[in-house]
């Protein structure tokens, strides 16, 4: 299985593009052991891998599991020696029952935090006991604007300036729980759904790591629907504005 113990960069480190030869200081904080739930490509799957491999992120992938045996993204996590399974979700009579064979299973490989990577399911009362605000996932808008499928669309048919993507803790409802870290992108006037997924996705791949070592590093605090950042690496002040102003008269 994949592992690697490397310490916290700088956390500016997953705002700019990665440095050559970068390397990261040792941490003394444990290894944070990653279920991670599949049902596609798993590209997120793969950004996670890549930042282990990378010396930005102390993980160690137990095991991956998917709903569904032609899913792609379980080629990637055999291709990096990390232990798959499937679970097909139509063999069971319940979801509850699906949602307890992954239980189990997470249990067996003895997994910390459970990280949903592409995978279309709801899960039930059953994970969210088992695993009680640790389990993340990731969403392709700026929630809680756009829950649910076709997020992308729904923001270039509600014809917003920016859109984004967000990783939080998962909690009963749909795309609904603590936010742990927010990308936001602009949406340009000739994007169909395609190109503003492409964009999107280019910072789910940097955002997702980010939060799952902040996780790892023992800086998140849950309270109630928010999430506090010890040492609270701050963006720039900024303000976005989309369509760019046209510059001050003279």
Not at 80 to 93: K, L, W, Y
């Amino acid at each position: 299985m994949l592992s690697a113990r490397y310490g916290a960069a700088d956390p500016e480190s997953f705002c700019d593009e990665p440095r050559p030869g970068t390397n990261y200081a040792m941490t003394q904080r444990p290894l944070v052991r990653l279920g991670v739930l599949i049902s596609g490509t798993g590209t997120n799957l793969q950004a996670i891998i890549d930042a282990v491999e990378r010396r930005e992120l102390g993980a160690e992938l137990r095991i991956v599991i998917s709903n569904r045996a032609d899913a792609p993204g379980l080629e990637w996590a055999a291709r990096h020696g990390i232990p798959t399974r499937v679970i097909e979700h139509r063999g069971f009579p319940a979801r509850e029952d699906f949602d307890l064979a992954l239980v189990d299973t997470l249990n067996e490989y003895g997994v910390d935090l459970v990280v949903c990577a592409g995978f279309m399911r709801l899960l039930s009362g059953v994970m969210l006991s088992a695993f009680p605000d640790r389990i993340m996932n990731i969403h392709p808008a700026l929630l809680p604007a756009f829950p649910g499928v076709h997020a992308q669309k729904a923001a270039i048919d509600h014809g917003v300036r920016f859109s984004g993507c967000t990783v939080f803790f998962v909690r009963e409802g749909v795309d609904d729980g603590p936010i742990v870290v927010q990308a936001v992108v602009p949406v340009m006037p000739d994007d169909d759904e395609q190109r503003l997924s492409a964009r999107i996705r280019a910072q789910e791949h940097r955002i997702y790591p980010l939060a799952i070592r902040l996780y790892q590093e023992g800086r998140l605090t849950i309270d109630g629907r928010k999430v506090h950042i010890r040492d609270f690496p701050a963006a720039d002040s900024a303000v976005l504005i989309n369509p760019k102003p046209p510059p001050p008269s003279r």
